[in-house]
């Protein structure tokens, strides 16, 4: 029988209670597949285990990441733990150490679902953004300099490489044409920052020459956010560095209905290294331990790493049962209703069971 070995690192606040109720999902899904099993070994890194040693993760974190075929994370951040040190520590040490360039944030109004804008159709959102993963903004270059001086200088260096631009472009083109639009949005603010953000417009031009078949236009990232608003239909799939499409992505989810709700994938197409699954949502430490955490993008999340896996009609099965309790209006909090984590992944069980 096919298996797949998950690690699952639920983290802080209310990681660990979304990936508890994704793998509860999982299982019983993989119970009623029968065709595959998964192989889910957690570990209990994040803030907890940063006050007892002094590391996010273990020395050897990543060795022991390697054997996985998929990472399942919830998320990381502590009121009492510096951001950067969280960041980077765990979730941006295994995006970079595992060379997950390519970043997907799809973005759906699901069904029953309110979303904010006043749209014709449901169907007008229905984007995929694609985030640069792996350098640009996020790059960790820079420096601090005469700390606590009124000299102190910091710089905080965009990196931006022909290699590094070239497969997020031709990833995001493949990506483009296997959607129906087929059309791709390069956003970028290649106006005000003239040297990296020009590079990219140079090589989406280049790279849009082997795609003929896939419709392209360009955007300025603040005029993005407009049309994301007035124009959401005219979109499909968004192409973006690591620090436009984090925000634009944050949009898209509220845009959505809640940031609950949003997955994402931090792949390595190439397969060397395992690809990370998550919500897009922080820890949300207003909400720990309250029980009303909305699971819904975790599952999402895990049917993107089903996908990913090659377990194509389970991926979909998933979804159809995400989107039938969903319909149902079994809602958390965030979305308007009054059910609990647990109840919402009962739902999603029972769900698929019928299925
Ligand atoms: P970060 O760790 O990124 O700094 P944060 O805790 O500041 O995160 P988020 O976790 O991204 O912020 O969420 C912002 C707010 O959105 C939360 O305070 C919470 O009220 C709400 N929220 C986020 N995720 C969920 C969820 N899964 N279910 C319900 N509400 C959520």
Redesign the pocket.
């Given at each position: 029988m096919r298996t797949h070995k998950i690690a699952a690192i639920g983290g802080?606040?209310?990681g660990p209670e979304?990936i508890e109720a994704g793998l509860e999902v999982l299982d019983a899904l993989v119970t009623q597949d029968g065709g595959f099993r998964l192989e889910v070994e957690r570990f209990p890194w994040g803030s907890g285990f940063y006050r007892q040693t002094g590391r996010m993760m273990p020395e050897d974190g990543l060795d022991t990441l390697k054997r996985f075929d998929a990472i399942y994370f919830g998320?990381?951040?502590a009121q009492d733990v510096p951001?950067h040190v969280t960041l980077w520590g765990l979730r941006l040490a295994i995006c970079q150490g595992f060379d997950q360039y390519a970043n997907v944030r799809p973005t759906r109004i699901l069904p029953g679902v309110s979303a904010p804008l006043k749209l014709h159709s449901d169907a007008d959102i229905d984007w995929v953004i694609i985030r640069e993963n792996s350098e640009g903004e996020y790059s960790g270059q820079g420096r601090r300099s005469h700390r606590g001086l009124p000299e102190e200088v910091a710089t905080e260096v965009s990196i931006f490489t022909r290699a590094g631009v070239s497969r997020i472009m031709r990833f995001a083109f493949e990506l483009a044409r296997g959607r129906p639009r087929r059309l791709l949005t390069l956003i970028t603010k290649s106006n005000a920052q003239r040297h990296g953000m020009v590079l990219w417009d140079e090589i989406f031009e280049e790279v849009a020459r082997d795609y003929p078949d896939v419709g392209t236009d360009r955007m300025l990232v603040d005029a993005a956010t407009t049309r994301m608003v007035l124009k959401p239909q005219s979109l499909d799939v968004m192409v973006a560095t690591n620090l436009h499409a984090d925000i634009l992505s944050?949009l898209a989810a509220a845009l959505s209905g809640?940031?609950?709700i949003a997955p994402t994938a931090n792949l390595n197409p190439a397969r060397r290294f395992p690809s990370m699954f998550e919500?897009?949502?922080?820890?949300?430490?207003?909400?720990v331990g309250k029980g009303?955490?909305?699971?819904i993008?975790?599952f999402w999340s895990a049917a993107m790493m089903l996908d990913h896996l090659g377990e194509r009609a389970a991926a979909s099965r998933l979804m159809a049962a995400i989107e039938a309790v969903t319909r149902a209006r079994v809602f958390?909090?965030?979305l308007g209703g009054k059910a609990t984590t647990r109840e919402v992944t009962q739902a999603v069980c029972a769900a698929l069971a019928h299925r």
């Open positions: 802080d606040g209310i979304v998320a990381v951040g951001d944050d809640s940031l609950g919500p897009i949502h922080g820890s949300a430490f207003d909400i009303i955490a909305n699971p993008g975790t958390t909090p965030d």
